[in-house]
T-cell receptor
Framework: EAGVAQSPRYKIIEKRQSVAFWCNPISGHATLYWYQQILGQGPKLLIQFQNNGVVDDSQLPKDRFSAERLKGVDSTLKIQPAKLEDSAVYLC????????????FGPGTRLTVL | DQQVKQNSPSLSVQEGRISILNCDYTNSMFDYFLWYKKYPAEGPTFLISISSIKDKNEDGRFTVFLNKSAKHLSLHIVPSQPGDSAVYFCAASATSNYQLIWGAGTKLIIKP
């Protein structure tokens, strides 16, 4: 069974530029999560989808971050414009359902904002 | 406000000995706790969990202990093996929204 796929693996941009990350979850997983992990910290949930609907986006900085999961399968996370403090690893995870269903993580995208 | 704390950034243990990783939490609403393991350049993978109705859960070489009165949990790995070298994250959630709140991680190094 294929795991969670993410691309790109690494991205370097200048501040105020835009960037987009892509995630393809495990087939059949209804729930998809985007996390931000800043160096030296644990992952922090940015947004959670159930199929193509948003379950929780309370910690998403909506003035610059956006995410979508239009067909309830793959998802994109966008930052526009990027700030220096957005430098982090962006992890995508998926699970069969919400609640305490086990989350499976992709390898992450390491973003550096200069 | 860190609700889940892992106060040891790193831990070095001799191969074959016991590794003990610690985690403290402040939110009394947390009722489910998990440990994840992370290798470099990979995403975290689930290791073991425990519900607040239990005080111990065991899976092979891995045992998690929960002390609710102290708001403390620990992960014991016996015996430690070279492949156990990784970063270990403690995470917690409450029934109210199931969102995982993560600690900062402890890097475990198993020495030969």
């Amino acid at each position: 069974e294929a795991g969670v796929a993410q691309s790109p693996r690494y991205k370097i941009i200048e501040k105020r530029q835009s960037v987009a990350f892509w995630c393809n979850p495990i087939s059949g997983h209804a729930t998809l999560y985007w996390y931000q992990q800043i160096l030296g910290q644990g992952p922090k949930l940015l947004i959670q989808f159930q199929n193509n609907g948003v379950v929780d986006d309370s910690q998403l900085p909506k003035d610059r971050f956006s995410a979508e999961r239009l067909k309830g399968v793959d998802s994109t996370l966008k930052i526009q414009p990027a700030k220096l403090e957005d430098s982090a690893v962006y992890l995508c995870a998926s699970s069969l359902s919400t609640g305490r269903s086990e989350q499976f993580f992709g390898p992450g995208t390491r973003l550096t904002v200069l | 406000d860190q609700q889940v704390k892992q106060n040891s950034p790193s831990l070095s243990v001799q191969e074959g000995r016991i590794s003990i990783l610690n985690c403290d939490y402040t939110n009394s609403m947390f009722d489910y706790f998990l440990w994840y393991k992370k290798y470099p350049a990979e995403g975290p993978t689930f290791l073991i969990s425990i519900s607040s109705i239990k005080d111990k859960n065991e899976d092979g070489r891995f045992t998690v202990f929960l002390n609710k009165s102290a708001k403390h949990l620990s992960l014991h790995i016996v015996p430690s093996q070279p492949g156990d070298s990784a970063v270990y994250f403690c995470a917690a959630s409450a029934t109210s929204n199931y969102q995982l709140i993560w600690g900062a991680g402890t890097k475990l190094i198993i020495k030969p």
